[in-house]
C-alpha cells in the first residue's frame, strides 16, 4: 500500500462509526439497498443489518458495480428477528423503526448521539408488526406536502444525515471510535479493495 | 370540491413556504428531476426553478406518473441564466450553490431560515463557472466515506430536510406564509388536480 492510499484509509477509518446502524427489514429493491449504503459510508457509519424474513437473502447489491458502497461496510445478514434483535441489543442501546404510530416522534426529536439502530422497513408494507414490538420506539420524517411517501433511500438519507449533525456538534467525529483490533483488520482488509 | 378535500389542500397550502426554491441547472435525467420534486412537496416548498443552458428544456418530468409531484408545485423554466437571476434576486435574499470551493461551508452552516435559493448542477459537470459567478456562495454536504459523491436526489433531500429542521425550529410552519392572492390562486388551480 503506498504511504497516500493508506493514510487516505486511516482518514476514512478514523471517522467511522461503530454506535450507529440502519436495519433494513424485508427492503426488496436492490437499488435502495445500494444507494442507503452509498451513504451509509458518507456519513461515516461502517455497519449495516440486512433481516430478510419474508424475501429471500440478497445475493449481492451490485457488489460489482465500480460505484458500490458495499464493500466498505461491514453487512450483517440476518433471516430470524430474535437472533437479529439479539445482535443489535449488544451493540446499541436504542432500536427505533420508521412507522407512523400515534405514538410516534418526528426525526429531529431522536436523541441520535448515544448508540441507536434505524430499521427500515419494506417499501410497500413498512415495518412489520413483530420488529415494531421489539423495537424501542417510532419515529416518522415529517412530512407537509401533498404526497404522503419518501423513497427509502430518501428517507434513510435525511435520517442519517440528521445523525451525522448531531454527531458532528457532539465531538462524535474527532475522536477515533473503532476499537484497535477492528479498525487493524478493516485496514488489512480495505487495502486489497479496490477504489474507482 | 368537498370539504374534507378542502381542508386537505388547505392544511397543504398554509404550511407553503415561498421563502426558499431550489435551481436546477442542466440537471439532465428527468427521474431525478421528479425525485427532487417529491421531495420539495414533502418540506412544502412551492417554487422550483429549472434552468437548462447547455441541454434542451425538459418536456416533462414523469408528470404523467401518478406519484408525480410536477403538479403541485410552481416550475419556472429558463433557458438564461440572466433572465434566470433577475428573477431570483427578486424572490430570495441568497443564492448559494452546490460546488466544492476552498471557501465553500458545510450545508449545516448556511443560515436556510432567510430567503435562499439553492443551486444543484448538471449530474456530471456540476454547477457552472457563469452561476457560480453570480451567486452569494457555495456549499457541501459534508462526507467523510470512501465514495466522494452522493446522488443529486439525495443531496438536495438532505439540503431540503435540514432547511426544514432550521425553518421549523424558527416557526415557519406555525404561520401562513404565501400571499392571500396567490394562496386562492393554488387552492383553485389545485381544486382541479387529481391526487393519487
Not at 442501546?93 to 439502530?117: C, M, Q, R
Not at 448531531?166 to 471510535?177: E, F, L, P, R, V
Request: with cysteine; aromatic share 8%; charged share 25%.
Amino acid at each position: 500500500m503506498t504511504p497516500e492510499r493508506n493514510e487516505r484509509l486511516t482518514t476514512v477509518l478514523n471517522k467511522r462509526q461503530p454506535d450507529i446502524t440502519v436495519v433494513l427489514e424485508n427492503v426488496f429493491d436492490p437499488h435502495n439497498i445500494s444507494a442507503v449504503m452509498r451513504t451509509a459510508d458518507a456519513v461515516g457509519m461502517q455497519d449495516i443489518f440486512i433481516l430478510n424474513t419474508k424475501i429471500p437473502p440478497h445475493k449481492k447489491w451490485g457488489a460489482k458495480s465500480s460505484s458500490s458502497a458495499a464493500k466498505w461496510l461491514t453487512v450483517h445478514q440476518y433471516t430470524d428477528a430474535n437472533e437479529c434483535f439479539a445482535e443489535l441489543r449488544k451493540r446499541y442501546k436504542k432500536i427505533y423503526t420508521t412507522h407512523l404510530s400515534s405514538d410516534a416522534v418526528g426525526l429531529h426529536e431522536l436523541n441520535l448521539t448515544e448508540p441507536v439502530a434505524l430499521v427500515f422497513g419494506n417499501e410497500h408494507s413498512g415495518v412489520s408488526e413483530e420488529i415494531i414490538a421489539m423495537a424501542d420506539g417510532n419515529f416518522i420524517i415529517p412530512q407537509v406536502g401533498i404526497i404522503k411517501s419518501l423513497n427509502i433511500s430518501v428517507a434513510c438519507a435525511v435520517t442519517l444525515y440528521e445523525a451525522y449533525r448531531q454527531k458532528n456538534s457532539a465531538g462524535h467525529y474527532d475522536a477515533i471510535k473503532l476499537q484497535g483490533e477492528r479498525f487493524e483488520g478493516l485496514r488489512n482488509e480495505w487495502g486489497f479493495l479496490e477504489e474507482e
